[in-house]
């Protein structure tokens, strides 16, 4: 990754990093939780040489990016925000957006609200579902009453970071290892239904998940102690931030209600993934996810992968983009 050219920019009053490769038309990837702009190794290189410009960067709380204090600085507002200036710092007058976990909806939503900016977009694991019924942390609340639920833990100040930042390593590996496609095969080969195996509500996250012996093949030791390095820079806050600022995003953003993503799209997931287990469904994914969409050219599911889609399968993933952007 030696070509990866790091440069910190200001954008929307804060200062983020950014990861680029390439020169053409200029393509953002988001990142989600709990990673970095180097979740996207295996993508920048690739779109890089199909002739664009590919950045990654840190999202907001993490790596070499600004750590707002404050729950209200990770609304979601503020994400779509960011992408919107790093566009501006680059001297761009468009973007294509590309997310994955929380990157999806800071992707998507930078779409949604910004239609005269972001020409196409596309994500990975989370699809666009514009404004919910209700406030999502209370939606969860009514969900899972009684059982744990990852995001309602995360909700507790200091009570995660703790859990997470006593060993980084320990966190991190057990996390990326429980939720990948041979984690959550072996989860349900234990009858556990998802990410975190059913536990009371005052559970803590990493209890009772599985600690394998060895590394997955999608990822190494030195990919590990990337990530740790990482968060030994940022500590946890910011990124349970943007969690806890779920409420704030429902009633600062009520133009998402009934909103359809006008511009070309795609969606890619596994089918392990554990955010497809998230509220039980009988529905196809293209039925379930298509009328939030006017323009989806492709939604795709890859068999036996699980959270992490673009590092499980970067081959299949790099195809999937590099045919959209070839399409856009």
């Known amino acids: 990754m030696s070509e990866v050219e790091f440069k910190v920019v200001e954008s929307n009053g804060i200062n983020i990093r950014l990861a680029m490769m390439g020169e053409g038309p200029l393509v953002i990837f988001c990142h989600g939780w709990p990673e970095s702009w180097y979740s996207y190794r295996h993508q920048l290189p690739a779109v890089a040489a199909a002739g ?24 979601m507002r503020n994400m779509t925000n960011d992408v919107i200036g790093i566009i501006d710092a680059l001297d761009y007058d468009t973007a294509i957006t590309i997310g994955h976990d929380w990157g999806g909806p800071i992707a998507l939503n930078t779409a949604a609200l910004n239609e005269d900016r972001i020409t196409a977009t596309g994500t990975l694991s989370v699809p666009f579902m514009g404004r919910g019924p209700m406030p999502t942390l209370d939606l969860w609340k009514e969900i899972y009453k009684d059982r744990f639920f990852y995001q309602l833990y995360f909700q507790k100040e200091g009570i995660a970071e703790e859990e997470f930042e006593s060993d980084l390593s320990r966190a991190l590996f057990i996390t990326y290892t429980n939720s990948d496609g041979r984690g959550m095969k072996f989860n349900f080969e234990k009858g556990q239904s998802g990410l975190v195996p059913e536990k009371t509500k005052d559970s803590t996250f990493l209890e009772g998940m599985e600690v394998f012996e060895d590394f ?44 359809v993503l006008e511009q070309p799209a795609f969606f890619v997931t596994g089918t392990l993934d554990p955010v497809n287990f998230f509220v039980p469904s009988d529905v196809t994914l293209i039925d379930r996810i298509g009328p939030n969409y006017k323009n989806l050219l492709f ?28 399409k856009v």
């Open 52 to 75: 664009f410009k590919a950045v990654a960067y840190d999202v907001r709380g993490y790596g070499e990016s600004d750590k707002p204090h404050e729950i209200e600085a990770y609304s």
């Open 216 to 259: 997955p093949d999608w990822f190494s030791k030195e990919d590990l102690e990337y990530f740790v390095s990482q968060f030994e820079i940022s500590g946890l806050r910011g990124p349970f931030n943007r969690y806890r600022a779920q409420n704030i995003d429902w009633h600062e953003i009520p133009e998402l209600e009934g909103k």
């Open 299 to 326: 939604a795709e599911a890859l068999d036996g992968i699980g959270h992490w889609t673009q590092q499980e399968a970067p081959e299949e993933v790099n195809n999937f983009i590099l045919d959209f952007l070839g």
